[in-house]
């Protein structure tokens, strides 16, 4: 018998049922985009869709939105990270867009909003390498600059990577003497199957750690 496969009719093996879930957001940092339209003003939008690979963070957006449209065209961006406290703000995001008109797919959920920042409540910081400005509220900014807008394999969604120029963090969520953030002092907001979570307590710590306590 292979190590892995289980013998028919076990307890293990009628653990798992076959699902159709209509979103597949097992739990993923959220994120605030801002980014710089046509006439100069900047917009701000809510995702949950982003990950990293070295100094590049991968971003998938809708095609219908105005944060994708931004970026193909200006190519500045920063990746905001809030923290749990801040998911009424987030939400408060969701339902506004920065296109005008709206689309026809958001008519029935979403409406036009020129500034986002006053609608979230969130405050604009100025950034130093890129134009559109930081979430001064979010604990951790990414500045960065798209280097490929392309469609997905379906054509529904944009994936965007970015070159990330600087980081700016909170001074309490830095290892003193250190460029590292703290794990144990920083918490994402997490958004999990369409619900809002921080993370629980550390449960343990990668062999590659340059923080942990060990």
């Not at 801040?86 to 409406?111: F, H, I, M, N, Y």
């Not at 309490?172 to 619900?195: A, M």
Request: proline share 10%.
């Amino acid at each position: 018998m292979h190590p892995l496969s289980v013998p028919a009719g076990s307890t293990v093996a009628s653990e798992h049922i076959p699902i159709e879930p209509s979103i597949l957001y097992v739990g993923t940092p959220v994120a605030l985009l801002s980014t710089e339209n046509v006439d100069g003003s900047f917009n701000l939008a809510p995702m949950s869709s982003v990950w990293a690979l070295g100094d590049t963070v991968v971003l998938g957006l809708s095609k219908a939105g105005q944060t994708g449209l931004n970026l193909a065209e200006r190519p500045d961006v920063v990746v905001n990270f809030p923290d749990p406290v801040q998911w009424e703000a987030v939400e408060r995001l969701a339902p506004l867009t920065g296109r005008d008109p709206v689309p026809e797919s958001k008519r029935d959920r979403c409406r036009f909003e020129p500034d986002k920042f006053a609608a979230a409540g969130l405050t604009p910081q100025a950034s130093e390498l890129v134009r559109p400005p930081r979430v001064l509220e979010c604990p951790l900014q990414f500045e960065a600059r798209s280097t490929v807008v392309r469609s997905d394999a379906a054509d529904e969604f944009l994936i965007i990577e970015a070159a990330v120029l600087r980081v700016h963090a909170r001074r309490e969520l830095v290892v003193p003497g250190t460029d590292h953030v703290d794990p144990d002092c920083w918490s994402p907001l997490i958004y999990n199957f369409r619900h809002y979570h921080g993370l629980a307590p550390r449960v343990g710590f990668s062999f590659r750690s340059e923080t942990a306590r060990r």
